[in-house]
């Protein structure tokens, strides 16, 4: 299996404080992704990247940050995190190729707003 | 045209029997249809995937249908197990390789 971890597992913040969540991975792939896991809508698209220091928005940025200085490391921000913002949030990076192309995702990291 | 529509939100099964979640979507660009399954407390897992050139992949007692016309495709679990009880996610590769996601299906089989 791909290495791929994300910390915290879980957190709690205070409405209106920053918070960064991190995604580590150790096998050196190109594209990175965040996604937001919600009831009801699945899992949605925050921010990407396809290499350091290239990244893209996704369906649901509008709050989000994210930055990639080395390959292994994928960061995302909230720069100012709001109750909306609670949810599962999960790291994955793209793996294989062809008919062995997927996601491989990390274990996730709990975001609580209060 | 970006959505991925998955019903039902939740499934509740006999052990033995057969489980039946369906996805439809838009986009007829889209290239590359998995399925994920995800336990509590993990991430997703890849469990099957299908490319619209097939109608029909089978994996054990997973298989998926393609209905490119209709743009709809289903995943099949034949011979359900409690083991089975997961949360199902069906997507959509929007080409560069991004997925969309459909809404996730909450799977219960009942021993």
């Known amino acids: 299996d791909a290495g791929i971890t994300q910390s915290p597992r879980h957190k709690v913040t205070e409405t209106g404080t920053p918070v960064t969540l991190r995604c580590h991975q150790t096998e050196n792939h190109r594209y990175m992704y965040w996604y937001r896991q919600d009831p009801g809508h699945g899992l949605r698209l925050i921010h990407y990247s396809y290499g350091v220091k290239d990244t893209d928005k996704g369906e649901v940025s509008d709050g989000y940050s994210v930055s990639r200085s080395k390959t292994e490391d994928f960061l995302l921000t909230l720069e100012s995190a709001t109750s909306s913002q609670t949810s599962v949030y999960f790291c994955?990076?793209?793996?294989?190729?062809?008919?062995?192309?997927?996601?491989?995702f990390g274990s996730g990291t709990r975001l609580t707003v209060v | 045209q970006q959505q991925v529509k998955q019903s039902p939100q939740s499934l509740i099964v006999q052990k033995g029997g057969i489980s039946i979640i369906n996805c439809a979507y838009e986009?007829?660009?889209?290239?590359?249809f998995p399925w994920y399954q995800q336990f509590p407390g993990k991430g997703p897992a890849l469990l099957i995937a299908i490319r619209p050139d097939v109608s029909e992949k089978k994996e054990g007692r997973f298989t998926i249908s393609f209905n490119k016309s209709a743009k709809q495709f289903s995943l099949h679990i034949m011979d359900s197990q409690p083991g089975d009880s997961a949360t199902y996610f069906c997507a959509a590769n929007n080409q560069g390789g991004k997925l969309i996601f459909g809404q996730g299906t909450e799977l219960s089989v009942k021993p």
């Open positions: 986009n007829t660009a889209f290239d590359y």
């Open positions: 994955a990076i793209s793996t294989g190729t062809g008919a062995n192309y997927g996601y491989t």
